[in-house]
């Protein structure tokens, strides 16, 4: 849908009213696909490729926990799933930093695009990552509880982010000067550790630091924390890292 004069009208630009949206940003060409009721297909039409490519993101966020179940079915005798799981995180933060890349290039940025992004990132960088840990043995109530706590932390962190977004400084090129409090995707350093354990074969009972109170209702392996200072981490308000 686009704006059209008639013969009578001057050669120059429709006027525009404050209701009207500025059809030139690609921002507000996709919200009118996005808002438009024109067929079965038109939110396809409406992504970017940037989004696209961040949806390939969440992709790997979802077949990470997947890998993960077709583990817990085979009794821990399948590692070459648990591989599988931890191997797509590292592809879904290549999809993470090629989005922003994308839009940047294309000059073809949106609240769709960066509400995506957030999602694809809870599932990739905080769902995805304590599925891993409850798999290859974090799987205490209190376990449960820390590791519920760091994607909560995720999804808060995320939250900050899309209603700070605009506060925050920006550079030259209009990119934010840092991000406040750890991005998720750092999450990627447990996921490495995890690897490693994974590859030595410190899971399950073998697991660092073992378990404390072990029969009662505090049972808790002493590694769950670092997922918790690690949501400590995201959320918090001081810690300021420089954007690359």
């Known amino acids: 849908m686009s704006r059209r004069t008639n013969g009578t009208a001057s050669h120059g630009p429709p006027p525009k009213n404050a209701d009207s949206p500025d059809l030139t940003q690609p921002e507000d060409k996709q919200k009118l696909l996005l808002s438009a009721d024109t067929g079965h297909f038109s939110l396809i039409r409406a992504l970017h490729l940037a989004d696209a490519i961040t949806e390939m993101n969440a992709f790997c966020g979802v077949m990470s926990i997947f890998s993960c179940m077709r583990y817990l079915l085979s009794d821990g005798s399948s590692l070459g799933n648990l591989y599988a799981a931890l191997g797509f ?15 940047r290039w294309r000059k073809k940025s949106s609240m769709m695009g960066q509400e995506l992004d957030s999602l694809a990132d809870l599932i990739s960088f905080g ?7 409850f798999s290859i043995g974090l799987r205490t109530p209190l376990d449960h509880l820390c590791l519920t706590f760091f994607v909560l932390c995720g999804l808060t962190r995320l939250a900050r982010f899309n209603v700070t977004a605009t506060a925050i400084p920006k550079d030259a090129s209009g990119k934010a000067k840092y991000f406040e409090g750890t991005p998720i995707p750092t999450t990627l350093g447990i996921d490495a550790l995890m690897a490693w354990w994974a590859y030595t074969g410190r899971i399950h009972d073998a697991l660092p630091g073992g378990v404390v109170f072990a029969g009662t209702v505090l049972e808790v392996h002493p590694i769950v924390l670092l997922f918790v200072l690690h949501g400590c981490a995201m959320t918090s308000k001081t810690i300021h890292i420089p954007k690359p």
């Open 89 to 103: 995180l590292p592809l879904g933060l290549f999809f993470d930093f090629m989005d922003g890349k994308v839009a």
């Open 127 to 133: 769902v995805s990552p304590a599925v891993i840990a």
